[in-house]
């Protein structure tokens, strides 16, 4: 589930997050003071403080804690068809990630605790997801 | 030792589609709670103000600007930005100001006008007020975080659509008593349930309107209050909580954490526990809001808002009035405004000013407003002047 990150020095932290679920992953950090797991995204330890960490990239997949489905969508989405924007738990960790799910339609299509997984990034609709 | 914070004054423009710019309706209601007070502008010594989306109407760096126009160019002012919660927020940077002893007097204003942008351009700058990598960049609108939360509320505790909606109906009842609300219309349940869905699961009627309108307080010391012989309110309780600013962050996202440390600071300042809260303006940009507010608060337990709110505990003659005013549901939501219009409408309760809307032998009022989906909140405690 866990390996080491392959995203280089240079991009800054939401650069490494986009690159690694274009590789279907969660890029996360675990602070090696405290253990505490967190985004790539987040500088410094929210239980500690440290700046010290591991990088991971996690298995993106995971299960749908809540969600909603558009209907007025924001711009940039007009065009998106019927979406859900989703909050779900990475599998085997209690980190949880929020996403894009294009193509649903009603609750019945998406109840609390389905599986979902990184699919992409798109550079106009960001974590882009897909039903397992 | 802190000096004493009051409230001398209040003033508030109408809410809704204004057709004045934002500088005018900030002017407008500042001139109202000067009038209220019973001051004179040389009186103010600062002004706090209070805005999001100024640039929307093609002006920002508002503080100095509103100063100026109010003839007080030599007047410092502070523009505060704290999306939905800018208002209240705003207040308590004021109520530090009096109560550390900087300035005497000072005028708190909030104010904002959107709705000249229309729905999809306010939908898409409100997106902006979330964590935008996670939620607005992903498809996220605010009601769609809202819809999140109430989805995961509704699963956790069983409460129904027809739960949120009795929210709306009763703000709709309240807001038709306020001169100034934005939307004055009575609504049934029905009418909420047959209502456009926005994002599933809440509807049309589960969401606040887009408003305009600027509202505006004197705040002042104890000193200052009693030689002006005129009646005011002091301020007993001051509380600022934070809470992750994406709703992924959260390890319950049937809770607001920044409300319940802002309530609990606010509460051991003023000595009182939630019981003695008379009535209390919160936070109920969408109807889920409301319930987990008087939850959070400690007006209900966690889990049974929505049966409080179902069987009117919550309506102005109930246990625990909520939002007598209409809420940002009836009242509007202008965002800068909204945490300075909640405590107009404490000022008015308390003095006497309520007309219809008064809750009999209110003593003591709570305000609680929060930015975003709580990331930022504030709460403050008010009791009537002896």
């Known amino acids: 589930m866990v390996s080491k990150a392959e995203t280089g020095p240079q991009e800054s932290p939401r650069e490494k997050f986009i690159i690694a679920a274009r590789r279907k992953k969660i890029l996360a950090k675990k602070c090696s003071l405290c253990g505490h797991l967190m985004l790539a995204t987040v500088y410094c330890c929210e239980k500690c403080s440290s700046r010290e960490y591991a990088t991971l990239e996690l298995e993106g997949i995971g299960k749908v804690v809540t969600y909603t489905i558009q209907a007025v969508a924001p711009e940039g989405f007009e065009d998106a068809g019927s979406y859900a924007w989703v909050v779900f738990s990475v599998n085997g960790t209690d980190l949880r990630v929020s996403g894009f799910l294009p193509g649903v339609i009603s609750p019945a299509a998406l109840p609390i605790g389905s599986s979902v997984r990184v699919s992409d990034y798109s550079p106009t609709h960001g974590l882009l997801l897909q039903k397992v | ?386």
Do not use: W
């Not at chain 2, 900030?26 to 109202?32: F, M, N, R």
């Not at chain 2, 306010?122 to 498809?139: A, M």
């Not at chain 2, 959070?296 to 966690?302: I, Q, R, S, T």
């Open chain 2, 1 to 386: 030792m802190p000096n004493k914070v009051c409230v001398l004054g209040a003033g508030s423009t109408k809410y809704g589609k204004l057709n004045e710019g934002i500088i005018e309706i900030a002017l407008d209601a500042s001139i109202d709670a000067i009038n209220s007070a019973g001051i004179t502008p040389k009186d103010i010594q600062a002004g706090y103000i209070s805005n999001v989306f100024g640039v929307s109407d093609k002006q920002v760096h508002m503080a100095p600007v509103i100063m100026s126009n109010l003839g007080l160019p030599g007047v410092p002012g502070l523009t505060i930005e704290s999306a939905c919660g800018s208002g209240s927020i705003m207040f308590r940077e004021a109520y530090a100001n009096i109560a550390a002893g900087f300035y005497d007097c000072i005028l708190g204003l909030g104010v904002e006008k959107i709705t000249h942008t229309g729905t999809i351009q306010s939908t898409t700058l409100f997106s902006y007020c979330s964590d935008f990598f996670y939620e607005g960049g992903n498809g996220a609108s605010f009601p769609g975080l809202f819809a999140s939360i109430a989805r995961s509320y509704m699963a956790k505790y069983k409460a129904s659509e027809e739960d949120l909606a009795s929210v709306a109906v009763k703000n709709h009842e309240n807001g038709i008593l306020n001169p100034k609300a934005h939307v004055r219309k009575k609504i049934t349940i029905d009418d909420v349930l047959k209502s456009p869905i926005v994002a599933s699961p809440l509807k049309l009627y589960d969401c606040c309107p887009f408003s305009d309108g600027a509202s505006a307080v004197i705040l002042c010391n104890e000193d200052f209050a009693k030689k002006s012989g005129r009646p005011f309110v002091e301020v007993i309780g001051s509380g600022r909580g934070a809470s992750s600013a994406a709703v992924q962050g959260r390890d319950d996202i049937t809770t607001i954490p920044s409300t319940i440390a802002a309530a609990t600071q606010a509460y051991k300042m003023a000595g009182i526990t939630a019981k003695d809260i008379d009535f209390a303006e919160v936070h109920d940009c969408f109807t889920i809001a409301e319930i987990i507010d008087i939850e959070d608060l400690g007006f209900f337990k966690k889990g049974t808002g929505a049966n409080a709110v179902r069987e009117g505990s919550t309506s102005r003659t109930g246990e625990i009035p909520i939002n007598p005013s209409g809420g940002l549901k009836s009242k509007g939501h202008p965002i800068g405004a909204t945490g300075i219009g909640q405590i107009v409408e404490v000022f008015e309760q308390l003095t006497g000013k309520a007309d219809q809307r008064t809750i009999r032998d209110a003593e003591i009022a709570l305000t609680h407003n929060f930015g975003a989906t709580g990331a930022s909140a504030a709460v403050h405690i008010f009791k009537r002047a002896e």
